[in-house]
């Protein structure tokens, strides 16, 4: 009996998924924007890892493409490291190049869905999430802190940025530090 309700729990499953089991994950758009920009090693594991969490604590991988998840754990990991990422030599931002259809209002918009859901997460996720970056953004930490009352646009970036060397992006310069 129960060897039969397991063959017709797979059969729903392989009918949801259209039968189609070679599923396109964010990650692997991660790794390969990361590489694209010449990010950094923390950032890019940083990215990775959110890309994990937007898996297990959100539903934005049903709602969204790959790539638009993607870009969104990418500049989630930015504004958390206090990092940038310059627009191309051509004028273009950077996840133009992963998703044309992605926009800034979009990646703020699923920064502050991100955000409400991580508000509800046990503690214990949340140190564990919050301790990855040494140099995280004051103006993102303030979301993650138990006091979800502290204001999250100014803080904690400067006008002064330094940076890393780059290949298309940013004319000289692949990320800033803000």
Not at 77 to 85: D, G, P, V
Request: charged share 20%.
């Amino acid at each position: 009996e129960q060897a039969q309700e397991l063959v017709v729990n797979e059969n729903i499953l392989l009918q949801t998924l259209g039968f189609d089991v070679a599923i396109d994950h964010p990650h692997t758009h991660v790794v390969r924007c990361c590489h694209l920009v010449r990010a950094s090693k923390d950032l890019a594991q940083t990215s990775y890892f959110m890309a994990s969490n937007s898996l297990h604590l959100t539903t934005m991988c049903l709602q969204y493409k790959p790539t638009v998840v993607a870009c969104f754990c990418i500049h989630l990991a930015c504004k958390w490291s206090n990092w940038e990422i310059p627009q191309s030599t051509e004028g273009k931002p950077w996840f133009w190049y992963v998703d044309k259809s992605v926009t800034q209002e979009l990646l703020e918009q699923l920064t502050e869905e991100f955000l409400a859901i991580f508000e509800k997460c046990p503690s214990r996720l949340k140190k564990k999430i919050t301790s990855l970056s040494s140099t995280q953004n004051p103006t993102i930490l303030s979301a993650f802190s138990n006091e979800g009352d502290k204001k999250r646009n100014g803080e904690g970036s400067s006008s002064n940025p330094t940076s890393a060397t780059g290949a298309n992006f940013g004319g000289n310069d692949d990320l800033k530090k803000k």
